[in-house]
C-alpha cells in the first residue's frame, strides 16, 4: 500500500536543538499563523477594506492566542473525561498534545473579537476574512496528525489504508488526510472562489460557508475515524463526541447564510464612529 510505505518514512521530529525537538505538529500551527495572516491581509486588499498592516497584526495575534487557548481548553473539557481533574498540573503539559478544533474555533473568535473590538474594527468582517484563510491552518494541522500517527480510523482494505505505530496490526482509514483534504484544501478552493467577487458578498457569507461545510465534513467523516479511547462512542454506540459538537455549527451555518441573504450587510473594516 502505497500511502502505507510512505508514512513509514515520517518523522514526527522535524529537527532537534540540543536537547529540544521541534516537531511538525509545531510547525504546522507556526506556517498555519504566518501564511493564513499574510493571506488574510491580501484579501482584504481584494475587497477594498483599507485594512493597515497593523490592524491585520492585531487581529491575527488575536485570533492565534484565542486559538491556541481556546483549543486546549475545549480539549480539556470536551474530551478529558475527568483526567484533567485528577490532574490539573496536566492542563498546562501542551507537549503531550490534546487541541479540539472547536475550542479553538470558539477561542479564536473570541480572541479575534476582542481585538476587533480594540481597534474599532467590523467582528463579522473580521470572521469572514479568518474562515477564508483557516482552511490552510486546518490543512496543515491535520497532515501533522497523520505525521504523529494520532487521530486515525477504522480498519480497512483499501489501497491507501495505513498501518500506523498505536493502531495496532491492521490497516486503517487515513482520515487526518480525509480532513485535510475536505476541511482543508477543498473548503479553501470553495472559500477563494467565494471570495472573487468584488465588491464582496454581504457579511456573514463566508463564516456560514465555513461552519456548514466544516459541520458536514467532519461529521461525515468520523463515521470511518475511531472515536478519542476515552470517551468512545456516545448515546448508544453510534455518536462520536466529533460528530455533536459539528452539529450546531452545521445550524448556526445555515442560519449565518439566511441571515446573510437577508441582510446584505456590505463588508467593511472599521466600524462607524
Not at 529537527?15 to 504566518?34: H, K, N, T
Not at 482520515?175 to 479553501?188: I, S
Request: net charge positive; with cysteine.
Amino acid at each position: 500500500m502505497f500511502l502505507n510505505d510512505f508514512y513509514k518514512t515520517l518523522n514526527p521530529i522535524a529537527f532537534s536543538i540540543g536537547p529540544f525537538d521541534v516537531r511538525w505538529y509545531g510547525i504546522a500551527y507556526l506556517v498555519g499563523f504566518v501564511v493564513g495572516g499574510l493571506l488574510l491581509f491580501r484579501y482584504a486588499r481584494r475587497w477594498g477594506l483599507g485594512m493597515s498592516t497593523d490592524d491585520a497584526l492585531n487581529v491575527v495575534t488575536g485570533i492565534c492566542l484565542g486559538a491556541v487557548l481556546g483549543g486546549r481548553l475545549g480539549y480539556v473539557l470536551f474530551y478529558g473525561a475527568g483526567y484533567y481533574l485528577a490532574n490539573p498540573l496536566s492542563i498546562f503539559a501542551l507537549n503531550e498534545g490534546g487541541m479540539s478544533f472547536h475550542g479553538g474555533l470558539i477561542g479564536a473568535v473570541v480572541g479575534g473579537s476582542i481585538a476587533c473590538r480594540v481597534s474599532g474594527m467590523s467582528v463579522l468582517t473580521m470572521c469572514d476574512l479568518g474562515v477564508c484563510v483557516a482552511p490552510v491552518g486546518l490543512f496543515l494541522g491535520r497532515c501533522a496528525n497523520f505525521v504523529n500517527g494520532e487521530l486515525w480510523g477504522k480498519e480497512t482494505d483499501l489501497p491507501w489504508g495505513v498501518m500506523f505505530e498505536t493502531g495496532g496490526n491492521v490497516y486503517r482509514h487515513p482520515t487526518q488526510l480525509y480532513e485535510a483534504v475536505l476541511e482543508g484544501l477543498v473548503m479553501f478552493l470553495i472559500l477563494w472562489a467565494l471570495s472573487r467577487k468584488v465588491p464582496p458578498r454581504p457579511q456573514g457569507t463566508f463564516t456560514g460557508v465555513f461552519l456548514l461545510w466544516y459541520g458536514i465534513s467532519r461529521i461525515l467523516i468520523e463515521f470511518v475515524r475511531v472515536p478519542d479511547a476515552q470517551l468512545g462512542y456516545l448515546f448508544g454506540g453510534f455518536v462520536t463526541m466529533g460528530q455533536l459538537l459539528s452539529l450546531p455549527l452545521v445550524a448556526l451555518g445555515i442560519g449565518m447564510l439566511v441571515w446573510a441573504h437577508r441582510t446584505q450587510r456590505p463588508q467593511v473594516a472599521h466600524l462607524q464612529a
